[in-house]
């Protein structure tokens, strides 16, 4: 082989949200130039919105069809809500009514405001990168993908990778690259595999046993991630997806998507949300909101007790950092992770308003015709005291994890790979996921991370950057107000 493909390991790690994986919301992010000018400024040369944009439209192919901000021809297929469900459409007539704009395309032109959500859905089934990248490839003759294999570590010789060492059938084994090892085992696991590899706070890896291979502090350290809340009401219309939990609808539910692929089963039920400005002075988005017309508890782990809507809300660029280290020089051991959420004022009072600027939408006389109690926080839960201590006890994480292998340049401590995703320090290794975002975005993370692999691409082999510098993006009209 010549690049050592990434060798997946599958871990069991925090649950996941079901509407998650099974509608996969795009909310690609690729409109938020700010973002990326950010990184740019941080050390990410070269990974500006210019120079990111394109990487974002090579990858799609939009069922709306190609243009300034969407790719026609890419590998993942992505769609667009499209449900007639009169929950979404009250939804979207209720922010319009609190004052918010609605948006065409909030991955496109204009990020801020409300409208249909983007989805890696195709043909009813959730386009994975699986579906995009890997079974396309599985029988070309330079490629072999191992399932139920458990990466331990990257082999070294000196400061070269040149390989990795990795379990399979309870056998240990190794595989030997002839030019570059490339993790991407995402933001807890590329961390804890280079901690695993000696490289790392040395410090650290030497309490452990560790042979230090390159003192690099930065390893694990900068673990950003969204947190969200769930604002629910009850519905006193039976039209929620509550009734989609009986057993004889969920048989009828199955059988249509096994038979057509379409209906109830063939959606994640996200189809409308937004972004907005949490105050005046705010320069681009940094409140997400997703809608669901069902209510959604423990993760989805329980079943939906009453006829309830609800927003998925949360903020965008928190001011909490967190970190992770290894529990033991054992691979089978999860690291330690600490992210600190919720750790400053600033994202306490920004948690706030989301509970404040929900209410007053769901306030709106478009959704009152569907309006009953509410039912998380609670009527009860009024005073900024009683809404801190509901958002403590129910914020929960998006799935956002992101920065712990930090690219920026080799003069900052703080950083783990170049701008060309080269581990700082060792040669042959780079790392190509989540984890290298100097800062997270601000929406969701499956496209962003989707757009470094593909710009990494082309940097691995050595072809000139993508570029494009007159998509214009928007702009508010003032700072003054918040919408």
């Given amino acids: 082989m010549g690049v050592l493909g990434l060798i997946c390991t599958w871990r069991a790690e925090a649950p996941r949200k079901l509407p998650a994986l099974c509608g996969g919301v795009a909310g690609d992010g690729s409109s938020g130039r700010a973002d990326y000018e950010r990184w740019q400024r941080e050390g990410a040369a070269g990974w500006g919105y210019a120079r990111c944009l394109p990487y974002f439209r090579r990858a799609q192919s939009h069922e709306l069809?190609?243009?300034?901000?969407?790719?026609?021809?890419?590998?993942?297929?992505?769609?667009?809500?499209?449900?007639?469900?009169?929950?979404?459409?009250?939804?979207?007539?209720?922010?319009?009514?609190?004052?918010?704009?609605?948006?065409?395309?909030?991955?496109?032109?204009?990020?801020?405001?409300?409208?249909?959500?983007?989805?890696?859905?195709?043909?009813?089934?959730?386009?994975?990168?699986?579906?995009?990248?890997?079974?396309?490839?599985?029988?070309?003759?330079?490629?072999?993908?191992?399932?139920?294999?458990?990466?331990?570590?990257?082999?070294?010789?000196?400061?070269?990778?040149?390989?990795?060492?990795?379990?399979?059938?309870?056998?240990?084994?190794?595989?030997?690259?002839?030019?570059?090892?490339?993790?991407?085992?995402?933001?807890?696991?590329?961390?804890?595999?280079?901690?695993?590899?000696?490289?790392?706070?040395?410090?650290?890896?030497?309490?452990?046993?560790?042979?230090?291979?390159?003192?690099?502090?930065?390893?694990?350290?900068?673990?950003?991630?969204?947190?969200?809340?769930?604002?629910?009401?009850?519905?006193?219309?039976?039209?929620?997806?509550?009734?989609?939990?009986?057993?004889?609808?969920?048989?009828?539910?199955?059988?249509?998507?096994?038979?057509?692929?379409?209906?109830?089963?063939?959606?994640?039920?996200?189809?409308?949300?937004?972004?907005?400005?949490?105050?005046?002075?705010v320069p681009h988005p940094d409140i997400?909101?997703?809608?669901?017309?069902?209510?959604?508890?423990?993760?989805?782990?329980?079943?939906?007790?009453?006829?309830?809507?609800?927003?998925?809300?949360?903020?965008?660029?928190?001011?909490?950092?967190?970190w992770l280290k290894l529990r033991s020089a054992d691979p089978r051991d999860h690291p330690v992770i600490q992210p600190n959420y919720l750790s400053t004022e600033t994202d306490i009072k920004d948690f706030r308003q989301c509970v404040k600027l929900t209410r007053e939408i769901f306030a709106q006389k478009a959704l009152a015709p569907f309006r009953g109690k509410e039912l998380q926080p609670g009527s009860h839960v009024q005073s900024d005291t009683e809404i801190d201590a509901f958002v403590r006890a129910k914020a929960d994480s998006a799935y956002h994890p992101s920065c712990t292998c930090k690219m920026g340049q080799p003069s900052d401590p703080t950083a783990v790979v170049d701008p060309q995703a080269r581990v700082l320090g060792v040669e042959n290794l780079r790392v190509v996921d989540a984890s290298i975002m100097p800062s997270v975005v601000s929406g969701n993370l499956n496209a962003p991370t989707i757009m470094i692999a593909e710009k990494a691409a082309d940097i691995i082999k050595g072809q000139p950057a993508l570029s494009d510098e007159d998509v214009p993006v928007y702009k508010p009209q003032t700072l003054a107000t918040q919408r």
């Fill in 288 to 322: 997400q909101f997703h809608f669901l017309p069902s209510q959604v508890i423990d993760h989805g782990r329980v079943p939906t007790q009453q006829e309830a809507y609800q927003v998925h809300v949360g903020t965008l660029r928190g001011t909490s950092v967190g």
């Fill in 65 to 281: 069809g190609a243009g300034p901000y969407r790719g026609g021809r890419g590998p993942l297929h992505v769609s667009r809500g499209r449900t007639d469900h009169p929950l979404h459409r009250a939804f979207l007539d209720a922010a319009r009514q609190a004052g918010y704009p609605l948006t065409d395309d909030m991955n496109g032109f204009q990020q801020e405001g409300f409208g249909w959500m983007d989805r890696t859905i195709h043909q009813g089934k959730r386009w994975s990168t699986a579906c995009a990248y890997l079974h396309p490839a599985l029988s070309r003759p330079n490629l072999t993908a191992e399932a139920q294999t458990f990466v331990s570590r990257v082999l070294f010789e000196g400061t070269r990778a040149v390989g990795v060492e990795y379990i399979k059938n309870g056998q240990t084994r190794r595989a030997y690259a002839s030019k570059e090892v490339i993790l991407s085992g995402g933001a807890i696991n590329s961390p804890q595999l280079l901690m695993l590899s000696g490289v790392g706070n040395a410090d650290d890896l030497k309490k452990l046993g560790i042979p230090v291979v390159c003192h690099l502090p930065g390893v694990g350290q900068n673990l950003q991630d969204h947190l969200e809340i769930y604002i629910q009401q009850a519905c006193t219309l039976p039209i929620t997806l509550h009734s989609a939990q009986k057993p004889l609808r969920k048989v009828r539910i199955g059988l249509e998507w096994l038979w057509k692929f379409t209906g109830d089963g063939a959606t994640a039920h996200l189809e409308t949300g937004g972004f907005i400005r949490s105050r005046p002075g």
